[in-house]
């Protein structure tokens, strides 16, 4: 009865010997594609660069990576593979890290995995673009009654104005944001000094928002204020501050606070506004 046992162990190593001795370089291996990203939509700003990265596991005999990214030619979808991106005569495992340069427009790049013999599993992954549609004024001074600054600024251009530019036909009617008082107002905040309103209203309005200052300098596209409300006349601010406006041409912008010297010392912001 042993000998039989025995035997039948024998017999059963030696068929297993067998089938795995069949096994060939030529097999298809199930394909895992994991990408970093949360999810497989993600987002750039137009024309910068997108690095896709992630992980893709075969269980053997991976022969060729590849990554085509898609584009339009003669208004008709198309792809071509990324050059020097490829990746070949692989065990089981590819991790990657491609860039994607000067993303214009909602880009796709599909991932093609071949096998030993062949076979191909592919997966694909889809860019989509931020619109860069505001501009950026950095180092505004602005300056209130004890200071040498002028006290307006045309929001369109980043421009500061001084206090006499009030009464200038000409000018006035560009003027925005007063400040003074650590308040931007839309009307003159000088008016306790001088006994009468240099400046009438600008029709620009104001709220607080809970954006950071790191927010603020992220930011490139209105996306991320254009339904914010703004319904003050005026609106106290402090440093690290970043404020809301709507101007009288319907221009949306924030406005943040860098430093204040002191209430009606100078001021120094950076600005973004639609174009």
């Not at 790049?109 to 501009?135: A, C, L, M, R, Y």
């Not at 406005?255 to 174009?275: A, R």
Request: with cysteine.
């Amino acid at each position: 009865m042993n000998k039989i046992r025995f035997c039948i162990l024998v017999i059963a190593v030696v068929a297993m010997n067998l089938v795995t001795s069949c096994k060939s370089d030529n097999d298809v291996f199930p394909v895992s594609f994991t990408f970093d990203q949360a999810s497989a939509i993600d987002s750039v700003y137009e024309n910068d660069t997108y690095v896709l990265k992630g992980k893709i596991v075969a269980g053997g005999n991976i022969e060729q990576v590849q990554f085509f990214r898609s584009f339009t030619f003669n208004n008709k979808p198309d792809q071509v593979e990324m050059a020097g991106t490829a990746k070949y005569n692989l065990k089981d495992t590819c991790g990657f890290s491609i860039s994607v340069p000067q993303v214009t427009s909602t880009t796709t790049i599909k991932v093609v995995v071949t096998q030993k013999g062949g076979h191909q599993d592919e997966k694909s992954f889809t860019i989509k673009t931020i619109p860069v549609n505001i501009k950026t004024f950095s180092g505004i001074y602005l300056g209130g009654w004890n200071s040498g600054y002028g006290s307006c600024l045309e929001a369109e251009t980043g421009t500061m104005q001084s206090g006499s530019a009030t009464t200038d036909p000409d000018v006035a009617p560009l003027l925005d944001v007063f400040f003074d008082d650590a308040k931007l107002a839309c009307t003159d905040l000088d008016s306790i000094y001088y006994g009468v309103n240099r400046l009438k209203d600008t029709g620009t309005r104001f709220n607080k928002t809970t954006l950071s200052a790191a927010d603020f300098d992220k930011i490139r596209s209105d996306i991320y204020f254009k339904d914010y409300t703004a319904p003050l006349k005026e609106v106290a601010i402090k440093e690290g501050d970043v404020i809301f406006f709507i101007t009288k041409g319907g221009k949306r912008g924030l406005i943040k606070i860098i430093s204040m010297t002191e209430p009606e010392g100078d001021l120094l912001i950076d600005e973004k506004i639609q174009k």
